[in-house]
């Protein structure tokens, strides 16, 4: 039976119950739906609303069905036309006409608008967890790694060189402020919404605030309508999800180049690895490649949420109703993603001697080769086509800097003397870049035990 059948004639039509219906989504609510009422009856029955009495049996009757279906014992009706209406009418069986009292100044609206963001509060959590210990293996890798020698890139071309901690380090940064964003974004949705009934309120003298603490709320709306009508945090949270997917889309894309025969930078374990079904020799980067195509998946849920809401006006409209299905899949996908991409990154083989070799090639010392003449007085434009000259002159010969000698240094600029070596030299080189957030071995050191301790902070 509907909530809503009093004012009917007539059955609802079976196609437009199928397509009314939500219980397929919102059943994972339960929890929530029942925490979110048993703090309400707790008021009602502070408030000289409802009887202490009928106050004990609602609660009694309240925990018995969430521990039915926590032990299975009561199955959620998948024919029921949410979980609200599941819970309320499972209640009223158990417990009567005190059941019946549950709704009094509440609106499945505002029940709704609770319920969702009960969830979130719980679900931000987890993906917050997970990126914690993701940021932890990162920092573990980059300390093993904080001297290993590695090209970095612009446009995808060797550049100048960095540490592979340093690397590692980058994506560190993203994720620590992806656990920020999920923080803030907890902040402003920490507000309840439960007392807003449909959309104005109710005539009952209840108390907003004791439900606010009951439930864990920093405050409550202080508006009605958008109490009840109010989903920026899903906005909010599926953008920053969005953004988790984004920079593990881009860590994954760099994972398959560096797996590959071209790079092979590092070898991913055989657990997180797949074979081909014809070509006996493949070992491919499956995980990486699937977290680089659920991106779009989440990218979508996002998109879904501001297109609902983008034209409906105040307060409630059905189709809000499908906020819960891209927020739910947005969450679910990205705690999946990360799931299994932090293991992949711990059982992960860096090739310390094959980053070394790469970066030995493409002049990614060049700019080092142009500071030593500038250290000479030259000016950095003169010393910057002085080194042009010298590199297309390696490229002519087939050699590197490194190994051009000295008398061809000296025909491009007479200030180049043995010293130019030393300063070309990859270690050096890094070891040199001190400045302020550079890839020097020193430089890593600080920054991991920086962001461990932000990351832990935020625990």
Request: glycine residues 6%.
């Amino acid at each position: 039976m509907k909530l809503w059948t009093g004012r009917f004639s007539k059955e609802v039509d079976k196609v437009t119950n199928d397509f009314n219906k939500s219980i397929g989504t919102d059943s994972r609510m339960y929890k929530e739906d029942i925490t979110g009422s048993m703090a309400h009856v707790r008021m009602l029955v502070k408030q000289g609303i409802v009887s202490p009495e009928d106050g004990d049996k609602i609660l009694a009757g309240l925990k018995s069905v969430l521990s039915d279906i926590e032990s299975g014992k009561l199955k959620i009706d998948p024919d029921a036309e949410d979980i609200h209406t599941f819970v309320e009418q499972e209640l009223t069986k158990r417990t009567g006409d005190a059941g019946k009292r549950l709704h009094t100044a509440r609106s499945r609206n505002d029940q709704v608008a609770l319920d969702i963001r009960l969830t979130l509060r719980n679900e931000s959590g987890k993906v917050d967890s997970l990126l914690s210990s993701l940021i932890e293996t990162l920092t573990g890798i980059a300390e093993k790694n904080y001297d290993a020698i590695m090209p970095g890139y612009t446009h995808l071309q060797r550049a100048q060189p960095v540490t592979f901690g340093h690397y590692m380090m980058a994506y560190a940064e993203m994720f620590l402020r992806d656990r920020g964003r999920i923080k803030d974004a907890v902040k402003r949705m920490n507000s309840n919404p439960l007392g807003s009934c449909a959309l104005a309120g109710t005539t009952y003298p209840i108390d907003r605030q004791y439900t606010s603490d009951l439930l864990g709320f920093d405050d409550y709306c202080h508006n009605s309508l958008d109490g009840v009508s109010d989903r920026d945090f899903i906005i909010e949270l599926s953008s920053c999800l969005s953004a988790i997917m984004v920079h593990l889309s881009r860590f994954s894309e760099e994972i398959i180049l560096w797996c590959s025969k071209e790079f092979s930078f590092v070898e991913l374990d055989d657990a997180f690895s797949t074979g081909s079904s014809i070509m006996p020799q493949k070992k491919n980067p499956d995980i990486a490649e699937l977290v680089r195509g659920k991106s779009g998946r989440v990218f979508g849920d996002n998109m879904t949420i501001l297109t609902v809401m983008k034209g409906i006006p105040l307060a409630y409209n059905k189709d809000m109703q499908e906020d819960k299905d891209c927020i739910f899949d947005a969450f679910d996908t990205v705690k999946a993603c990360l799931t299994a991409f932090d293991p992949m990154l711990q059982t992960m083989t860096v090739k310390r001697d094959n980053m070394r070799k790469a970066a030995a090639k493409g002049f990614i010392n060049a700019t080092d080769c142009a500071d030593f003449l500038v250290s000479k007085g030259i000016p950095f434009r003169d010393a910057y086509k002085a080194v042009g000259v010298l590199v297309k002159t390696c490229i002519d010969k087939d050699t590197t800097l490194e190994n051009l000698p000295l008398d061809e240094y000296k025909k491009v600029c007479g200030e180049f003397d043995e010293g130019v070596y030393d300063a070309i030299n990859l270690e050096n080189c890094v070891m040199k870049r001190t400045s302020a957030g550079g890839p020097a071995p020193e430089n890593v050191k600080k920054e991991i035990e920086r962001v461990r301790k932000i990351n832990s902070s935020l625990n």
